[in-house]
């Protein structure tokens, strides 16, 4: 990853919006949906918490893009975009 995804965190917090989401050069045309999905959801993750997150490719989908990719994008994002506290479920009590 080129981008210190923390590092921006620390910025948006200061009053920015964060614009940007899947690396455009690899994984969205080389890498499987399940590393899309993986991406996205790891932006969300870090981004989406208290807002200020505007998920986009960037610029545009290159024309060699696997169509399975940008459908798997729209997918994760509308089971995970709106609620970044989804990917951490309550903690079980254990027995003692």
Same mark, same amino acid.
């Given at each position: 990853?080129?981008?210190?995804?923390?590092?921006?965190?620390?910025?948006?917090?200061?009053?920015?919006?964060?614009?940007?989401?899947?690396?455009?050069?690899?994984?969205?045309?080389?890498?499987?949906?399940? =590393?899309? $999905?993986?991406? !996205?959801?790891?932006? *969300? @993750? %870090?981004?989406?918490?208290?807002?200020? /997150?505007?998920?986009?490719?960037?610029?545009?989908? =290159?024309? $060699?893009?696997? !169509?399975?990719?940008? *459908? @798997? %994008?729209?997918?994760?994002?509308?089971? /995970?975009?709106?609620?970044?506290?989804?990917?951490?479920?309550?903690?079980?009590?254990?027995?003692?």
């Amino acid at each position: 990853m080129l981008v210190n995804t923390k590092f921006c965190l620390f910025i948006s917090l200061q009053n920015y919006s964060i614009f940007g989401g899947i690396d455009t050069q690899r994984t969205l045309p080389f890498g499987t949906p399940t =590393q899309v $999905r993986d991406e !996205v959801r790891e932006r *969300i @993750k %870090i981004f989406g918490v208290g807002g200020g /997150f505007i998920f986009n490719t960037i610029h545009n989908v =290159q024309p $060699r893009v696997p !169509v399975k990719n940008i *459908i @798997k %994008i729209y997918e994760t994002l509308h089971k /995970f975009g709106t609620d970044p506290l989804s990917f951490n479920p309550k903690p079980t009590k254990t027995k003692r």
